[in-house]
C-alpha cells in the first residue's frame, strides 16, 4: 500500500510538473496557471519527502545495505 501511494505522488509531481509547462508555454508567461500548478508539485515533493522520513523512521521502508 505504502508503494502504491509513493508511485501515485510520483506521478502527481511529474503531471504537475508538465502542467505548469505547458500553462508556462500557453500563456506566455501571463496567467497564474504556471504558478499553481508548481506551487501543488512543491506541495507534493515535500509531502513525499515526509512521508518516506516517516516511513523510515517507523520502519515501513528498510534500509537497503
Known amino acids: 500500500m505504502l508503494k502504491l501511494v ?3 505522488l510520483l506521478f502527481g509531481v511529474l503531471a ?3 502542467s505548469g509547462l505547458f500553462f508556462l508555454y500557453r500563456d506566455r508567461g501571463a ?3 504556471t504558478v499553481k500548478a508548481l506551487t501543488v508539485r ?3 515533493s515535500v509531502t513525499l519527502f515526509v ?3 516517516v516511513a523510515y ?3 515501513l521502508l528498510p534500509p537497503r545495505v
Open 6 to 8: 509513493i508511485i501515485l
Open 16 to 18: 504537475s510538473l508538465f
Open 31 to 33: 496567467g497564474h496557471r
Open 42 to 44: 512543491v506541495a507534493l
Open 51 to 53: 512521508l518516506l522520513l
Open 57 to 59: 523512521w517507523l520502519g
